[in-house]
């Protein structure tokens, strides 16, 4: 292949980057920028002065309590689903037992189904149990939604596990339980780590199960937190660009360090194998 | 040994916990769906079953069926835009210097809530100071039109952010299918005097056809049960022009206290996602698939 064609490719690789990046960049620009400029100067100009302090209004108006809302609540979840998701996952495919298979298959099952059709009753079902407007309502529903997804992306590293470690430990006179945490379970970081990061992005980001379960402003996180903020705030495009660049600056981040883990994470969860 | 690791408590006490939340959280609550689709119910008072009359009325529901195309027309476009995404990894996997950070840039979009895509879009479309319109206006257009105003292309206005969100996702498992081609097989064609779009057409694309056929259920079926961003960006409006089968039930039951229709409508869904899913993996099976 000539020059040019190599230059038109790498011009139709750029163009589909410039798609992808720039309504970001433009949304910084804005988050630092006050209405008078929006609306006058042109879009693509850099602020004439930076306003960090549409940042500190935005905080200390509310966000900073969703935010902590969906730290831990994110925490919490992500624990519980790799941990309860890793002990599924030993005993499906390192133990002997008839009803394996089906049980793998549930777990599957669960990757296909449409959420919505599970919201009016699981409704009810935290209504008459009183959890609803609770937070721990949402903690075990995102435990419940990601475990087959956070299976699906283990399954494949321990079918490889040797089963040489197993025998020696049992030999060794080591329980299950002690061969499970002590052995297993460390020997699976790697991939556990994949997992840890794929349910972040997808705790953080949740949005109609914060929606319908919690009504009260302390218990929100940030998804559902800035889309009543930006309520208070709808003309004020500076405060909404800083309140939108602060919600999604952790996952940025994580994005930054652990790109290799994103992408890794991202590719098992769609194609098995 | 094997006595060891088929200890019926063991496998009880390690699997159970993780069953019985998506037993309780995932699978029960999706048949009681069909089943709540038989009563009357405000999500108040007590129900009062009404045999299919829900199921009856939703079929003869125009608001419903004006829905439910507008997530087939999502459905297709989203099928149809996986020819682009295929053709930005062909050319991606093809030698190109830089092609690991492009495809973690493709990503990006990926990465965030649909709130915030949805808040950020809303704004890229709005009339006056929206960055789509302030570049028409530069190039010359004179009246670009209120995006997300105007029911006659609201619903191509939000594919865009679809686009935008889903196209790195899908470029990252072609790329990484595109990848797994064993590299004397394209270099043989090659010496063989191949061409590049010869290359791709007859060695390339056969190779990852059973990739590309599983990403054609998941864009339908992830199109069908497609909610979120649709619903924070218009709420299904203007007056409907937006609406998809998802953000209907979700509305019947959370806006207008309709748990019962709400229901039935959510059943529907399960069932046309379920249908579909079995019609295209039906469709696009192979009887043998390719080795190599």
Not at chain 1, 136 to 155: D, E, G, H, K
Not at chain 1, 161 to 189: K, N, Y
Not at chain 2, 200 to 206: E, G, M, T
Not at chain 2, 215 to 231: E, M, N, Q
């Amino acid at each position: 292949m000539g020059r040019i064609g190599y230059i038109i490719l790498y011009f139709c690789l750029g163009l589909v980057a410039l798609f992808q990046i720039f309504p970001i960049i433009w949304l910084f620009l804005f988050s630092l920028k006050d209405n008078k400029e929006i609306f006058s100067g042109s879009p693509f100009a850099l602020p004439a002065e930076f306003r960090w302090e549409n940042y500190v209004k935005v905080w200390e108006g509310g966000i900073g309590l969703y935010f902590w809302n969906s730290i831990w609540i994110t925490g919490i979840a992500i624990i519980l689903t790799v941990l309860l998701a890793s002990m599924a996952t030993f005993v499906i495919t390192r133990m002997h037992w008839k009803l394996s298979k089906l049980v793998l298959g549930l777990f599957m099952i669960g990757l296909m189904i449409p959420i919505h059709s599970a919201i009016i009753p699981l409704f009810s079902m935290f209504l008459n149990v009183e959890l609803i407007d609770n937070p721990w309502s949402i903690v075990i529903t995102y435990t419940a939604y990601n475990l087959p997804i956070t299976m699906m992306i283990l399954l494949g590293f321990y079918y490889t596990l040797p089963r040489e470690i197993e025998e020696a430990a049992i030999i060794d006179g080591c329980s299950i339980h002690r061969m499970f945490f002590r052995i297993i379970l460390p020997m699976t970081m790697p991939v556990m780590s994949t997992t840890v990061i794929i349910n972040m992005i997808y705790n953080w980001n949740e949005f109609v199960f914060v929606n319908t379960f919690i009504s009260s402003d302390k218990y929100k996180t940030l998804t559902v937190g800035i889309q009543n903020f930006i309520g208070q705030y709808m003309t004020d495009w500076g405060a909404i660009g800083a309140t939108l660049i602060i919600s999604v600056v952790p996952i940025l981040l994580a994005f930054l360090f652990f790109s290799n883990k994103v992408v890794e994470g991202i590719s098992s969860s769609a194609i098995k194998g | 040994m094997n006595k060891v690791m088929s200890n019926k408590w063991i496998i009880a006490l390690y699997v159970l916990p993780a069953l019985l939340l998506i037993a309780v959280l995932i699978f029960i609550p999706l048949i009681l769906t069909g089943y709540y689709g038989l009563m009357d119910w405000n999500g108040i008072a007590t129900m009062e079953f009404i045999g299919l009359e829900n199921y009856i009325n939703a079929i003869q529901d125009a608001k419903f069926w004006e829905s439910a195309l507008h997530s087939f027309l999502l459905a297709l476009f989203s099928t149809l835009s996986l020819l682009v995404y295929l053709a930005i990894s062909l050319i991606l996997a093809s030698k190109i210097k830089g092609s690991d950070l492009l495809r973690k840039i493709y990503l990006i979009p990926m990465l965030l809530s649909s709130v915030a895509i949805a808040q950020l879009w809303i704004k890229v479309f709005n009339p006056s100071n929206g960055m789509l319109n302030s570049i028409l206006m530069a190039l010359g257009v004179d009246n670009p039109p209120a995006w997300l105003a105007e029911p006659s292309i609201v619903l191509y206005a939000i594919f865009i952010p679809i686009l935008w969100q889903y196209a790195g996702f899908y470029i990252l498992i072609y790329y990484a299918a595109l990848k797994n081609i064993p590299e004397p097989l394209v270099e043989a064609a090659r010496i063989d005097g191949a061409t590049p779009l010869q290359i791709a057409y007859k060695i390339k694309l056969p190779l990852i056809m059973s990739v590309f056929k599983v990403t054609i259920v998941l864009a339908i079926v992830g199109s069908l049960k497609y909610f979120d961003l649709i619903y924070v960006m218009t709420g299904g409006g203007p007056n409907g022009a937006s609406e998809v089968m998802a953000s209907y039930m979700y509305k019947l039951a959370f806006s207008s206290n309709e748990f019962g229709y709400g229901s039935a409508i959510g059943f529907l869904l399960l069932i046309i996602t379920l249908i579909v899913t079995v019609i295209v993996r039906k469709a696009t099976a192979t009887k043998e698939e390719i080795q190599y």
